[in-house]
């Protein structure tokens, strides 16, 4: 029996992991409105470290379209700038010499018919790890039987497990329609 809950426990937080990392990956999908987070995997150096954007700059959005980059030492300026062109994120800084601003173009139907298919290729990995997770619980749960667990209790356990599956599916499919509208919103 103990062997059962450690199973379940361990394809939860395995399914639970898969919806975190979900979380994140769409965050960093920008959605046409200044979101500080499209910013994140920007890393420059800073003192002989690579440090992320974050950690050298305050980052603030003070309306929906603007990002406001606030660097600490003037002197980072020109590495920030330089970061952000060399970076993915695609929008060119504009450099006043006090602080940087980023303002994010509004996206055109084209634009916007790629991200909702990104997020839906997102969406769909963390699918398949979350079934991947369902499956290695399941079959953990057929080497059980083999050990003695009674056919009748490991049944009960693939039938929780396919529950938890479907809970975890379930927030996926609400984490890609909030995503899709966000995207879709002009």
């Given at each position: 029996m103990a062997d059962l809950k450690e199973i379940e426990k361990l394809a939860e937080s395995k399914m639970q992991s898969s919806v975190e990392f979900l979380e994140e990956s769409l965050a960093h999908i920008r959605a046409g409105k200044a979101n500080p987070r499209i910013l994140d995997g920007i890393k420059l150096e800073y003192y002989g470290s690579i440090t992320p954007l974050s950690g050298v700059a305050s980052i603030t959005t003070p309306?929906?379209?603007?990002?406001?980059?606030?660097?600490?030492?003037?002197?980072?300026?020109?590495?920030?700038?330089?970061?952000?062109?060399?970076?993915?994120?695609?929008?060119?800084?504009?450099?006043?010499?006090?602080m940087i601003r980023l303002s994010i173009p509004p996206l055109t139907e084209e634009r916007r018919k790629a991200l909702v298919k990104q997020s839906k290729q997102e969406v769909e990995d963390a699918k398949i790890s979350i079934r991947n997770a369902r499956r290695d619980a399941i079959d953990a749960i057929k080497k059980t039987v083999k050990d003695g667990t009674p056919e009748d209790v490991a049944k009960d356990a693939e039938g929780s497990m396919q529950k938890l599956h479907d809970k975890y599916i379930k927030k996926v499919d609400e984490l890609f329609a909030q995503k899709e509208k966000e995207i879709l919103t002009v």
């Open positions: 309306d929906a379209k603007t990002i406001i980059i606030q660097p600490w030492e003037k002197q980072m300026l020109k590495e920030i700038e330089k970061a952000i062109l060399n970076s993915d994120v695609g929008i060119t800084p504009d450099n006043n010499g006090e």
